[in-house]
């Protein structure tokens, strides 16, 4: 059986890695999804994300253009609900990493910019959310994507850590405040995930990944996918000895969205094979 059948969930940041794996997944357990993204989906096999979750699943989804760090873009994502007949479920997900930079070097609209998105993004997701859950009286599930780097300070990455901790407790906070609606806030927490985001910049890689490619010899792409690939894991030290599929994040995201989880609250999941608690 599946287990978000009559769900109707917004994911923002879902036009890619694990937001997108996000969506998929809710879908697969039976909810309606508004993918919600600043860049348009991509096309797979020519057509994008939202159609090709209709066509092989049996649940409706929908795309709509938004800025998370733009309140009124996020309203109207959280109002694309109404369409699959209300919200349950709403992951504010989307996200960017920062410069990997020393704090000291840090300027000031960098640190804004991250802010905007990372935190004030989900700020404005929470409280569309909230409001609109109170309204319709059913209680629902608010779950905050914040980071390995939302537990534990992150070297040259100030400010997304700084975001992700906001976010932590913006949910604690939240949760407080809300469980007597019946609205649940919960947190994961990815620790080192396999998508564009890593592989792109390598942020949350950190400092080893900066110590490897000062050496000279690897490029960033060997990095990820060559055989330095273990020194990175070693250098974490990722009990379960892999970086993490955006499947896996996804997983959890279906049980915090799930009456599975429905007396959990406040809670901060880790998503990183065992990383930040050894
Ligand atoms: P990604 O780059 O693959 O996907 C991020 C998505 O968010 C993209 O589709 C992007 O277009 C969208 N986005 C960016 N800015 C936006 C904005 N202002 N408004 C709306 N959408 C916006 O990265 P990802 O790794 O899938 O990251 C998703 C979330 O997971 C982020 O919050 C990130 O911080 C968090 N996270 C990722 C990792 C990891 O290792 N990949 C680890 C910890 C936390």
Same mark, same amino acid.
Request: hydrophobic share 35%.
């Given at each position: 059986s599946q287990l978000l059948t009559d769900k109707t969930a917004v994911v923002t940041g !879902? !036009?890619?890695?694990n937001g997108r794996a996000i969506a998929r997944r809710f879908a697969e357990e039976g909810a309606d999804v508004v993918i919600a993204d600043v860049q348009t989906e991509p096309r797979e096999g020519g057509r994008p994300t939202h159609e090709k979750i209709e066509a092989e699943t049996d649940a409706r989804a929908t795309f709509v253009e938004c800025d998370v760090s733009e309140r009124a873009d996020v309203k109207r994502a959280v109002e694309a609900a109404d369409e699959f007949g209300g919200l349950d479920v709403m992951v504010n997900n989307a996200g960017i990493s920062g410069p990997e930079k020393s704090f000291v070097d840090l300027e000031q609209a960098e640190f804004e910019k991250l802010m905007h998105v990372n935190l004030n993004g989900v700020f404005y997701g929470c409280q569309e959310a909230a409001l609109k859950m109170i309204a319709q009286g059913e209680g629902g599930s608010i779950i905050n994507m914040s980071s390995a780097g939302g537990l534990v300070g992150v070297p040259d990455a100030s400010a997304y850590s700084t975001a992700k901790g906001g976010v932590r407790l913006l949910t604690y906070s939240l949760a407080a405040e809300l469980g007597e609606d019946g609205i649940r806030v919960n947190t994961l927490h990815p620790g080192v995930i396999e998508t564009a985001m890593t592989k792109r910049d390598g942020s949350i890689i950190g400092s080893g990944r900066k110590e490897l490619l000062k050496r000279g010899d690897v490029s960033f792409k060997q990095l990820i996918k060559g055989s330095v690939r273990g020194e990175i894991i070693k250098r974490h030290a990722i009990p379960l000895s892999e970086f993490g599929d955006p499947k896996h994040v996804a997983d959890a995201a279906v049980f915090l969205a799930s009456?599975? *989880?429905?007396?959990? *609250?406040a809670e901060s999941i880790a998503v990183d094979g065992g990383m930040v608690n050894t």
């Open positions: !879902a !036009a890619s890695g009456d599975l *989880s429905e007396y959990i *609250s």
